[in-house]
Antibody, heavy 121, light 107 residues
Framework: QVQLQQWGAGLLKPSETLSLTCAVYGGSFSGYYWSWIRQPPGKGLEWIGEINHGGNTYYNPSLKSRATVSVDTSKNQFSLRLTSVTAADAAVYYC???????????????WGQGTLVTVSS | DIQMTQSPSSLSASVGDRVTITCRASQSISSYLNWYQQKPGKAPKLLIYGASSLQSGVPSRFSGSESGTDFTLTINSLQPEDFATYYCQQTYTTPRTFGQGTKVEIK
């Protein structure tokens, strides 16, 4: 059974860079896309971006190129960097897996446990 | 971006009730529509994928349907553990947008 375990700094100052990592245990790393999603406190879900094992990426344009998703296939890990954070970036950040291929409807499953990121001076 | 309009934003229901939540896409998304359940402090959990396919391990009282760009999540015979917030998500194209959520509360 695939499990995703994520970690990263939980308290940032404005203008700093958010850095989170998600490790994949118990399953194949190739053949899937690996995603990041966030949820501001008390609000809905926002898709950030995704990457496959070959490094092919898609991003949400709303983040205006501040987000970078990368992959380390040797460790079965993928990461999110978000530059120049502001209070608007404060949220719980989740990692998740989605299937790839022509017969896949691309649902997100499973999800990591979530990491709360606070932005405060 | 494709807008996903979910309704209602909240509802009150009793155990045993049938509950229906709707999600409307701003353009055609074929069947690339998924439903998630989220409980407080927890990550979302996949319920339905491809508009109507039940994820393994999810109780059969949950079902999904589609009609054009309108999608419906139905919970038959609501159980105490079903009180949560439900989200739809389109995965037809990027950005992969979510509906704003429907909170199902106890009446």
């Amino acid at each position: 059974q695939v499990q995703l375990q994520q970690w990263g700094a939980g308290l940032l100052k404005p203008s700093e860079t958010l850095s989170l990592t998600c490790a994949v245990y118990g399953g194949s790393f190739s053949g899937y896309y690996w995603s990041w999603i966030r949820q501001p406190p008390g609000k809905g879900l926002e898709w950030i971006g995704e990457i496959n094992h070959g490094g092919n990426t898609y991003y949400n344009p709303s983040l205006k190129s501040r987000a970078t998703v990368s992959v380390d296939t040797s460790k079965n890990q993928f990461s999110l960097r978000l530059t120049s954070v502001t209070a608007a970036d404060a949220a719980v950040y989740y990692c998740a897996r989605r299937c790839a291929g022509g017969d896949c409807y691309r649902p997100l499953d499973p999800w990591g446990q979530g990491t709360l990121v606070t932005v405060s001076s | 971006d494709i807008q996903m309009t979910q309704s209602p934003s909240s509802l009150s229901a009793s155990v045993g009730d049938r509950v229906t939540i709707t999600c409307r896409a701003s353009q055609s998304i074929s069947s690339y529509l998924n439903w998630y359940q989220q409980k407080p402090g927890k990550a979302p959990k996949l319920l339905i994928y491809g508009a109507s396919s039940l994820q393994s391990g999810v109780p059969s009282r949950f079902s999904g349907s589609e009609s054009g760009t309108d999608f419906t999540l139905t919970i038959n015979s609501l159980q105490p553990e079903d009180f949560a917030t439900y989200y739809c998500q389109q995965t037809y194209t990027t950005p992969r947008t979510f509906g704003q959520g429907t909170k199902v509360e106890i009446k």
